[in-house]
């Protein structure tokens, strides 16, 4: 059974930084397209960064180089380090998984995470 456990969320100033990790166990990881999503209040929940089972990594336009994603093959990790962060930042991230490559493209998520709570103060 596939599962994605994220953590390293919690609660920063603004211009603070954040690295939050997703466990993942269950499948082959290093075949599998994976990427960051947050629902922010208010909003749709929306895809942060992608990476895919090639290495090729996508970032959203409001990221604006102060995310990385990043990904340990060998600990079945998926990373974010959040820089710079903003209180519009604030919201519940989660990470997805596809065995498809071009997720990111394609929108399209067979596994997900149950989210961890990134909260930005003034």
């Known amino acids: 059974q596939v599962q994605l456990v994220e953590s390293g969320g919690g609660s920063v100033q603004a211009g603070g930084s954040l690295r939050l990790s997703c466990a993942a166990s269950?499948?082959?990881?290093?075949?599998?397209?994976m990427a960051w999503f947050r629902q922010v209040a208010g909003k749709e929940r929306e895809g942060v960064a992608g990476?895919?089972?090639?290495?090729?990594?996508s970032y959203a336009a409001f990221v604006k180089g102060r995310f990385t994603i990043s990904k340990d093959n060998a600990k079945n990790t998926l990373y974010l380090q959040m820089n710079s962060l903003k209180p519009e930042d604030t919201g519940l991230y989660y990470c997805?998984?596809?065995?498809?490559?071009?997720?990111?493209?394609?929108?399209?998520?067979?596994?997900w995470g149950q989210g961890t709570q990134v909260t930005v103060s003034l």
């Open positions: 990476i895919d089972s090639d290495g090729s990594i």
């Open positions: 997805a998984a596809d065995p498809s490559r071009l997720c990111w493209v394609s929108g399209t998520f067979a596994y």
């Open positions: 269950g499948y082959t990881y290093n075949n599998y397209c």
